[in-house]
């Protein structure tokens, strides 16, 4: 006789009944399957967060000439020993942040409840844009100018981290976005 | 002209016949693969105590660079290797058959031995702390790449013999009928392998080329959907081989035989239909990608490979469950399994690996790969907790199981400290456990994986983690170090095993096979309310649960987050 390890006992295996506990346990999981792939679909009428899919692709120097822009207009102070620009934009503008080595620039502050254009992208390698403790997390790729049109829903403070590895300083890489009420 | 050597002993263990060449191929893999477990799983012993945040031993550039040891060593080197081994016993033993072509699989052997070591030396000399992974732009030393590609190629050499001897089997008709099932998921994984090894190839030689200058840029996303085509579907060749073993198991140790041929076979078939499509699981938050195609992908079409995976869950047990009810363990619905052998490793560790596999590496698997849920968790810790729910507690348990059968069948040793081996599965496997859920606690905290230094010592912009993240961080880490006991367990009896068991002489007395449980087992009417095995269907029904109820979770939980479009 046959084990699983020796040739099937019958040679029309394929004409063999299948057992009553297998057809139930298919059928369960076969629906739970269609079941998550059409509620997948659905979110993205139903739900909130969804990504756009809105991406460009863009040379890093004209992606840091935007992000420059935005700065030079919008800077409402600098912070920390390094003077790192804060950035307060105009509820429902087009903001931008940078992911270079190893940092994220400019510090952004947005106000709660407003929408705003985030585009993201990188100066150099690939980074991991990681928002704490609101915990969004997307890939951030040299060339490629995601534009992910966000709500802030809570007042606070988010650090940005990266959390793709870029190198022997990827776990100083640091940035800030704060939420105003 | 070279004489066909089809020279074969017949092992007493269990009676199958070890050819002469695929004896020493399998042998050479085999110790490859462990030599290569211990080095692996040396620098995961570093990883995981400079993660711990009690402890964190090591400087930055050693935990990269460990790191990164670490993943090309434990999750590609030792598994491939273990799996050409694998390969090879199913094609000659499990066919009768002589392998094709020897010489040209000492060849594979060797291109896989050189490729790791030219892979190796710039990794430990820090010339390519780039994470397995080398995202370009960043670049390591060219001797890296090519060395993973010499690698790719001997594995591919290897894939391709397995499948010659398929061919020499049939021909010279050393089997009737069908191949085994056993076999056939053999079969499986080295379609999948190949599928695996070529993206990989038509990756990493322009990346090759482009490291020493002949390209002049490599597009980072290309690079990610092609190498992830590679990444991604290695680790399905390891999910189809331990369910191949998992199968053998059940028979080995029970005598069980497939509930149904068909459906097993039909679940083999749906994972080379459609388990390459995983490569999108590591881009669901990529730019550049739209939804319809993500969305596609990612559910591997319809979820068609997650139904393989939920169907051989049931099935390998319910053969085990079936096989104990026809040989009189018909009791309720759990004496088939209270009364099984609990302290033979080769059935507990494959049972733990099942455990492993579904409610860890499965759920998990299942919920991140949505298309939304990813947005919070791409990149934290919950990955390791995932993976290494797969591939530790899946894989590399499945693997140890089976090693201590093939200790006395391909080595002709027996095993040496049996107590300890009869740990060893429960050790390693409550490891895992630990390791991937408490992982999974700080990954939904959001720590970010591949991270030297989670307080930001020193930062000013730095990020005060919640109590908890530190706890979960330190939780995971000691699950870690039982893993590392149960590994170094591990090496001990398999190397010890080789080196100084009892020998096995040629014509020792057979061991007392383990019967077929449809010959010896009386009972025809087994079972309860018109289930043949209606102890397994509760335990998936378990699973169902856990699945549908954590899959909800996450869902809520996304959407708290900002609104985002």
Not at chain 1, 11 to 38: D, G, H, K, Q, S
Not at chain 2, 68 to 81: D, M, P
Not at chain 2, 315 to 322: A, K, L, Y
Not at chain 2, 441 to 463: E, K
Request: aromatic letters at 14%.
């Amino acid at each position: 006789m046959a084990t699983s390890y020796t040739p099937p006992s019958e040679r029309l295996w394929w004409n063999e009944p299948i057992e009553r506990t297998e057809v139930l346990w298919i059928t369960i999981a076969f629906l739970w399957c269609l079941f998550m792939f059409y509620f997948m679909i659905a979110w993205h009428w139903t739900g909130k967060q969804n990504l756009a899919n809105e991406a460009y692709r863009i040379a890093p120097e004209a992606y840091a000439a935007k992000v420059k822009a935005m700065t030079d207009q919008y800077t409402v102070r600098t912070e920390t020993d390094q003077n790192i620009p804060v950035v307060h934009p105009p509820a429902g503008s087009d903001v931008y942040l940078a992911a270079s080595l190893w940092q994220w620039r400019p510090i952004l502050e947005l106000e709660k409840n407003k929408t705003y254009r985030l585009h993201v992208s990188s100066l150099d390698w690939m980074h991991g844009f990681s928002l704490q403790p609101e915990n969004i997390n997307v890939q951030v790729l040299p060339g490629y100018e995601m534009v992910i049109t966000v709500t802030p829903n809570k007042a606070g403070t988010n650090a940005v981290m990266c959390n793709e590895f870029c190198g022997i300083g990827h776990h100083t890489m640091l940035g800030r976005i704060y939420v105003k009420e | 002209m070279a004489t066909i050597n089809t020279a074969y002993r017949t092992d007493p263990v269990s009676g199958l016949r070890i050819f002469k060449t695929a004896e020493g191929l399998i042998r050479a893999n085999a110790v490859a693969a462990v030599v290569t477990l211990l080095l692996g799983g040396f620098f995961g012993l570093l990883v995981a105590l400079t993660r711990w945040p009690a402890v964190h031993l090591l400087p930055p550039d050693l935990f990269y660079m460990s790191l990164t040891a670490h993943g090309v060593l434990a999750l590609i080197v030792w598994i491939i290797f273990f799996e050409i081994a694998v390969l090879y016993f199913c094609c000659t033993s499990l066919l009768n058959s002589r392998l094709a072509t020897p010489k040209l699989a000492w060849v594979a052997f060797w291109l896989m031995v050189g490729g790791v070591a030219m892979a190796s030396v710039p990794i430990l000399l820090g010339q390519a702390s780039v994470m397995m992974t080398s995202y370009p732009p960043m670049t390591a030393s060219p001797w890296f790449y090519l060395g993973v590609i010499i690698f790719a190629v001997g594995a591919l050499v290897a894939c391709f013999i397995f499948m010659a001897t398929l061919v020499i089997a049939k021909e010279e008709r050393t089997y009737e009928g069908s191949v085994p099932l056993v076999v056939f998921g053999a079969l499986t994984a080295c379609v999948i392998a190949i599928f695996t090894l070529v993206s990989g190839a038509i990756i990493l030689v322009p990346t090759y080329l482009w490291r020493v200058g002949l390209i002049s840029h490599i597009d980072p996303l290309m690079y990610r959907i092609l190498w992830w085509a590679m990444g991604h579907s290695s680790q399905q060749i390891n999910v189809v081989t331990h369910i191949s073993l998992w199968y053998l198991v059940a028979a080995l140790v029970f005598g069980a035989k497939p509930m149904s041929e068909k459906v097993s076979r039909v679940a083999f078939l749906l994972y080379i239909g459609f388990l390459q499509l995983g490569s999108v699981h590591h881009e669901l938050v990529d730019p550049g990608l739209s939804s319809a195609w993500k969305i596609f992908n990612t559910s591997y079409a319809m979820y068609l490979a997650v139904l393989a995976s939920m169907i051989h869950g049931l099935t390998v047990p319910g053969s085990m469950e079936i096989a104990q009810r026809r040989q009189g363990y018909d009791k309720g619905l759990f004496e088939w399994i209270r009364k099984a052998p609990w302290g033979n490793p080769v059935f507990s560790g494959t049972i733990l690996s099942v455990i492993l596999f579904g409610f860890i590496g499965g759920v998990t698997g299942v919920v991140m790969s949505v298309e939304q849920i990813n947005l919070i968790i791409h990149n934290t810790m919950y990955l390791p907790g995932h993976f290494h729910g797969t591939v530790v507690g899946g894989t590399t348990l499945a693997f140890m199981a089976v090693t201590y059968w093939l200790i006395p069948v391909i080595f002709k040793r027996e095993l040496i400290m049996k107590g300890l081996a009869a740990w060893q599965p429960y050790l390693f496997g409550i490891g895992v456990g630990i390791f991937g859920v408490a992982f999974m606690g700080a990954g939904v905290l959001g720590i970010p994986r591949r991270h030297w230094d989670i307080s930001f010592a020193g930062q000013a912009l730095a990020y005060d983690w919640p109590g908890m993240a530190y706890l979960m961080m330190n939780i995971g880490e000691i699950g870690a170090m039982l893993m590392v006991l149960g590994g170094v367990a591990y090496v001990l009896i398999t190397v010890g095993s080789i080196l100084f068991g009892k020998p096995i002489p040629e014509n020792a007395k057979p061991y007392p096979k383990v019967p077929d449980a449809d010959v010896v087992g009386g009972n025809k009417h087994i079972g309860a309310g018109g289930f043949e095995a209606p102890g397994t269907f509760v335990f998936a029904m378990v699973f169902f649960l856990t699945l549908v109820l954590y899959y909800f979770i996450n869902w809520k939980y996304l959407s708290t987050v900002w609104p985002l479009t």
